[in-house]
């Protein structure tokens, strides 16, 4: 099992999670963070550190959001090269972002 970052993330990209994280499993994307499947030991660390409650065991993600694990599979590839380790300051309006439900379409996959 690995744990599964799933929307309420989008668009705020808090890090606490990716600081407390004992295998480097956070991929960042430009908006978005995601938890590497074949990296995450499941310790369960980065959980609580979520202001968004955006983390989630696989097998527990709610139904509206289950699509987010072969996402964050995905995703978790594509930036591969985006290994976060560390606290960064969440995108602005973060706060705001954070209440919003049904922002998929705002996910940016690619880096500018």
Do not use: S
Request: glycine content about 2%; proline content about 8%; charged content about 35%.
């Amino acid at each position: 099992m690995a744990y599964v970052v799933t929307e309420p993330c989008i668009k705020c990209k808090y890090t606490n999670c990716a600081a407390v994280c004992p295998v480097d499993a956070f991929r960042e994307g430009p908006n978005f963070l995601v938890i590497d499947p074949l990296e995450c030991i499941d310790c369960d660390a980065c959980v609580p550190e979520c202001p968004v409650e955006a983390i989630y065991p696989d097998d527990e993600v709610p139904e509206e959001w289950e699509h987010f694990i072969e996402l964050n599979e995905e995703l978790a590839e594509d930036w591969q090269d985006h290994i976060i380790n560390e606290t960064k300051d969440e995108l602005p309006e973060a706060d705001k972002w954070g209440e919003v439900e049904g922002k998929l379409d705002q996910l940016q996959r690619e880096w500018d």
